[in-house]
């Protein structure tokens, strides 16, 4: 059994993980500054606390990892399968990110803050999106699909379609020029 090392209050700074290898310990309370993750494998490695800024995660491998109390700001995780890590205790929120093409099949995502964020073709087939804050965001093809998204606010957001027949949509907000987006599906003509 190899064992995990335990990183406290530390602050990595431009760090390249493409070209050093990332060793997959105990993360708390760390800030991950303008570092280069992409394609590299977290699987297993355990972040709570943390906070990645300026950081390239696109492609990461997520198999088991545990994201707990995480903030991403202006980071770009294309491609990032978060479906992937531990769900227990799995906590983000995302600030000015750029999320194109990730995935969060079933997971739960209650209360979670996505602002300023571009979110196009991301899955969100069957998440507890209930409670959850998308500020100005775009979701251009966005996938909603059996997800729970009572009471969650799409007011300053754009660009998405959710058939409120296939998701529970129940108190959620949308503002009037958002209806559009709960209608697409039945091919009418709004003017």
Do not use: W
């Not at 995990?4 to 105990?26: A, H, R, S, V, W």
């Not at 073709?121 to 409670?131: I, N, R, T």
């Not at 998204?149 to 058939?163: G, M, P, V, W």
């Amino acid at each position: 059994m190899v064992n995990k090392t335990y990183t406290e209050n530390k602050k990595f700074d431009k760090c390249d993980f493409t070209q050093e290898p990332f060793d997959k310990g105990e993360y708390e309370t760390c800030t991950f500054n303008a570092c280069n993750f992409s394609g590299a494998d977290l699987s297993g490695a355990n972040f709570s606390n943390c906070s990645f800024i300026s950081c390239n995660l696109s492609m990461v491998k997520l198999a088991k990892t545990v994201l707990r109390e995480i903030k991403f700001s202006d980071c770009k995780l294309l491609g990032v399968g978060f479906e992937h890590c531990s769900t227990f205790t799995f906590s983000v929120q995302f600030e000015n990110c750029l999320l194109n093409l990730a995935s969060f099949y079933k997971l739960g995502l209650k209360k979670t803050i996505f602002k300023n964020t571009s979110l196009h073709e991301v899955d969100f087939s069957e998440c507890d999106l209930s409670a959850a804050i998308f500020d100005n965001c775009d979701l251009t093809r966005a996938i909603f699909k059996g997800s729970n998204l009572e009471k969650a606010d799409f007011r300053t957001s754009l660009n998405y379609a959710i058939s409120p027949a296939d998701n529970k949509i129940r108190k959620a907000k949308f503002s009037m020029q958002g209806v559009r987006g709960l209608l697409t599906e039945f091919d009418i003509e709004i003017e």
